[in-house]
């Protein structure tokens, strides 16, 4: 199967890795910053290019990874396109594609990317939608190559786990950044707060974060909490954060 790469980011880059580890043939990388498509390109022992209008026409797939509101418009330049199309994205809907492609779809791995750091993408959920049952079925074929778990579900599904991915890594990379900001400000090593990390992400592998909770909020420590947010008086944007989840935790309480 010979397939082209649009976008040169993250995803782009991480996901072209797994599918030339599994033999697929990247004939071609796109990007807009022609110097990004060739770093990619040539990671992936493929050929680049900037421009829309001279895209390989005799690939057997496509696949869109570049930010949401870039989307529309790539679909739009791609013109007519005999192969599959499909982007990455878990928000964006299948509807984008209405009118415009044959057989299109999405292919969604469903997992934090970094260029930098290299992940075991048969671990990593590859959430799949098409247009056809033909086009679902190569679809399938190439996630299951490279993931052991491969899921069929619509846009709207995708859409509910991607808001739960933005609180479950997004928010909670954010709150690290925090509590970075809060030890460096009274010289304290970062590298203390690891091992609690690891902990807490390591405990909701194996109970249901609910059953998981700590601190002060879920166990009503009023006077701790009162303290804490007496000494974030000076930072008022992380006060209101702390807050607002102590009263969130602080609902979830069971009732006596």
Known sequence: ???????????????????????????????????????????????????????RQDADLYLIAVKDDAIASIIDHLGSINGV???TSGSTSIEVFSGKCSHYGVFYPFQTFSKEKDVAFKEVPVLIEASDPITLAALKKVATAISNTVKEYDS??????????????????????????????????????????????????????EAAQTGPAIRNDLNIMATHQQQLESHPDLLAIYTLLSNHINTQRPKK
Do not use: C
């Open 156 to 209: 709207s599904q995708r859409m509910q786990l991607h808001i739960a991915g933005v609180f479950a890594s997004n928010f909670t990379n954010h709150l690290y950044s925090i509590a970075e900001r809060l030890l460096t400000d009274n010289q304290i090593d970062f590298d203390l707060l690891r091992p609690l990390i690891l902990e807490t992400a390591t405990k909701v592998q194996n109970i249901l974060p």
């Open 1 to 55: 199967m010979k397939i082209v790469i649009l976008g040169s980011g993250n995803v782009a880059t991480i996901l072209g890795k797994a599918l030339l580890e599994e033999g697929y043939d990247i004939i071609e990388v796109w990007s807009r910053t022609f110097s990004n498509a060739k770093i990619l390109a040539n990671s992936l022992q493929s050929q680049a290019t900037d421009d829309l209008a001279q895209i």
């Open 85 to 87: 199309v499909a982007h």
